[in-house]
């Protein structure tokens, strides 16, 4: 993956990794750690602007799954805690200690049937990318001469 990135930046593209995980994962703690670690991973990997995309959030309410938006590892291991068996505890906190040594994985909640939402992944990706940062201001367009609008 890393040769077809450098061949893409060598012919002038700009390009993000985007790493979409199914909200349903997010109602649980164990499988949030897992694409939590996953998406780090990714983005380890590929060296990459990276965006992260909770996906199908219009099959959950947005209000359980807002805390999961920007995960922390203390948060996921004591969710962990409460559901897995004690000996366990090291182990989750170990992947908690890695989720939050880095703190680089936050999610950006996508509905499909929310325009607005849309708008604001593909603002993600436009920033993650500088899409239009070495475009030309446009100048802004002048008044009319002489035409008053309010007549």
């Known amino acids: ?22 909200a349903m994962f997010a109602t649980d703690a164990s499988k949030l750690l ?43 291991a004591a969710e962990l805690g409460e559901t897995m068996d004690a000996r366990f505890k090291s182990l989750n906190e170990a992947f908690a200690s890695l989720v939050d040594d880095y703190s680089l994985v936050k999610y950006v909640p996508l509905d499909v049937k929310d325009e607005d ?6 603002a993600q990706i436009d920033n993650a990318i500088q899409y239009g940062e070495d475009m030309e201001p446009k100048e802004p367009k002048e008044f009319s001469a002489g035409g008053d609008d309010d007549e």
């Open 1 to 22: 993956m890393p040769a077809i990135v450098g061949a893409l930046h060598a012919e002038g593209f700009n390009v993000c990794g985007v790493h979409l995980v199914d």
């Open 117 to 122: 939402s849309i708008t604001m992944v593909l």
């Open 34 to 76: 897992a694409g939590t670690l996953m998406a780090l991973s990714s983005m380890m990997h590929l060296e990459l602007p990276h965006v992260n995309v909770l996906s199908k959030c219009d099959l959950v309410d947005i209000k359980s799954i807002e805390k999961f938006l920007m995960p922390t590892g203390r948060m996921l």
